[in-house]
């Protein structure tokens, strides 16, 4: 290990140990307090967003500086207006029965890529102090600079505001070791980890909670009843966007054959060029490296870079590369992430064929990340959207935009979780919901334990020892019946007396059947085991008393309308 890595290794530590002691402070800042930084610090990022997309465009080379502008603005303003009115302080939402109270986590380890370098920055920065913890960013070595300065900006306007300076921290020795160290240190509570397909398995094999962001290989659905003229403009908005560096941008478009040939008509007069196969062949060699990876070097490039690096010669103004591909994986190079304005070209035949590819091409890299479609059947959308290992399905919108609520519902964020698919733990969009540990104060609702009339406990709900089911009481009119045949089997056994006529019919009463000197035996009471509101019901529909000892069990209802009605007698 050479003298860099040490010095990059003690630096994160050291950078781990201030910035906990800052986290102490914050942790008792009011809402009031965090809502003021951070609408501070969301005023200068904004402020600053043009500058910022710029130095990182230049010290890149990746994407374009109006672009990576309006990335920065969309972190900066988009993002603190949704999460602005968050409750993150103390009670943040009460019932009756159930108070849940936030809870700050610590330190996050927030890893910065060199695609979107800027814009990460600023949310990160945001999500993490407005749920009131610290943070400390290590920035990918080719974009320290951008990264650096975005930190610095935020942070001073903060700390005019009582934040600690130590609350926000960036690197400037950035190194892989130097970023284990970081992820790994015992006092680093989560990590926000954007970056390489390593870099967040090193994330999830820290031994922290991490939030890790896996590649996105998105496949673009055209249905044969889509509008044909938008999906393409929103494909080329989506995969052109910063030259194609956010991960949710378009990397193919399946087409529904009855409009492929509008489809290929509508790429041409919007700015796509179709390459033929010696070209196509001839980019495919610069898109991959000899092991057959993504080749770093046409990462965010333009369509005209691309081109001429491969020796092709193009149209001017040419906003997309396309080719036709005849199939999914490694032999397949158009078929991969490329993060740069360039797109396979797939022709299927239904929705079912055009999902089972979309399907395919997410299978072969960018498990659980995003898919788009166009189509104007809702009922086919959510049936592709069943069927796509994606946790974001965008339906009739640039994907780029659509999966990180620029221009969609979900929830603002640069930070996409892939879910399990992916080998992520959340599937949502990372936000400051996802940097706060919820404590709930829970009060008893289904009680196990009540005192009983002796004094003691009493068990009437989970763990009780089961109870008989109650006897039916017998109906008067079926006692009745029962003597009346008692009677006629007894008067069978002697002379029939005669019949009386039909009005003098005899009926049999119950209390009238007892010989005349017999003698009164007492009848026991009999208490009961068991009441329940029911039974109380019953007793005074009935007229009648329910006797009780100290044994018996007793519902809270049924004991309520037992006493409130006089129901009870006690033996």
Not at 145 to 165: D, F, N, Q
Not at 483 to 504: C, G, H, I, S, Y
Not at 544 to 561: C, G, M, N, Q, V
Request: net charge neutral.
């Amino acid at each position: 290990m050479g003298d860099k890595d040490l010095v990059a290794q003690q630096q994160a530590r050291d950078a781990v140990e201030a910035a906990s002691f800052a986290f102490g402070s914050v942790a008792r800042f009011s809402q009031a307090k965090i809502d003021e930084i951070c609408d501070a610090m969301s005023r200068v990022a904004l402020a600053q967003s043009a500058r910022l997309g710029e130095m990182a465009a230049e010290e890149t080379g990746f994407g374009k500086a109006e672009d990576k502008r309006e990335k920065n603005r969309f972190a900066a303003e988009d993002v603190w207006s949704y999460f602005r009115g968050l409750k993150t302080v103390g009670v943040v939402k009460e019932s009756e029965s159930v108070v849940e109270i936030a809870s700050p986590r610590g330190v996050v380890a927030a890893i910065i890529p060199s695609t979107n370098p800027t814009s990460t920055a600023i949310f990160k920065i945001i999500i993490a102090i407005k749920s009131r913890n610290a943070i400390v960013l290590s920035p990918h070595p080719s974009a320290a600079g951008c990264i650096g300065e975005t930190a610095r900006i935020m942070r001073e306007e903060a700390v005019k505001l009582g934040l600690p300076g130590d609350a926000i921290i960036c690197l400037t020795d950035s190194t892989i070791e130097g970023t284990e160290a970081l992820m790994t240190h015992k006092k680093t509570a989560v990590i926000l980890a954007t970056g390489g397909t390593g870099l967040v398995r090193a994330a999830y094999s820290s031994g922290k909670p991490a939030f890790g962001v896996g590649p996105g290989n998105v496949p673009a659905f055209i249905e044969r009843s889509a509008n044909v003229q938008k999906a393409v403009a929103d494909i080329l908005t989506g995969t052109c966007f910063d030259n194609g560096t956010i991960c949710a941008s378009e990397q193919s478009v399946v087409v529904d054959a009855p409009v492929a040939n509008q489809v290929r008509e509508q790429f041409r007069m919007q700015g796509g060029h179709f390459l033929n196969s010696t070209e196509a062949d001839a980019v495919a060699k610069v898109l991959l490296t000899p092991q057959r990876t993504l080749n770093a070097a046409i990462v965010g490039k333009s369509a005209a870079f691309i081109a001429n690096l491969a020796g092709v010669t193009i149209p001017e103004g040419t906003r997309c590369l396309l080719a036709e591909c005849g199939g999914v994986g490694r032999d397949y190079p158009w078929s991969i992430e490329k993060l740069s304005p360039t797109l396979g070209f797939f022709v299927v035949d239904g929705v079912e064929n055009g999902a089972n590819r979309c399907q395919e091409i997410l299978h072969f890299g960018g498990m659980g990340h995003t898919a788009g479609m166009h189509t104007q059947d809702r009922a086919a959308a959510i049936r592709y959207g069943e069927q796509m290992p994606a946790a974001r399905v965008i339906i009739n919108s640039p994907t780029t935009h659509g999966a990180i609520g620029f221009t969609t519902d979900l929830a603002p964020s640069m930070t996409l979780g892939c879910g399990s698919w992916g080998g992520n733990v959340t599937s949502d969009n990372i936000s400051p919901h996802h940097l706060m540990d919820i404590k709930r104060v829970a009060f008893e609702t289904k009680p196990i334990n009540r005192p009983s009339a002796g004094g003691g406990p009493s068990l009437i709900a989970a763990g009780a020892e089961p109870k008989a089911p109650p006897t039916p009481r017998p109906r008067r009119e079926d006692i009745a019946a029962l003597v009346d045949r008692f009677l006629k089997q007894k008067l069978n056994e002697t002379p029939e007396p005669p019949k009386p006529a039909p009005q003098q019919e005899v009926k049999t009463i119950v209390h009238e059947v007892t010989p005349e000197n017999a003698v009164q035996k007492p009848v026991p009471i009999k208490t009961v085991d068991f009441v329940s509101e029911d039974d109380v019901r019953r007793a005074i529909n009935s007229g009648e008393k329910i006797y009780i000892s100290k044994k018996t069990i007793l519902t809270p209802s049924a004991r309520d309308l037992g006493e409130e009605k006089e129901i009870f007698a006690t033996v």
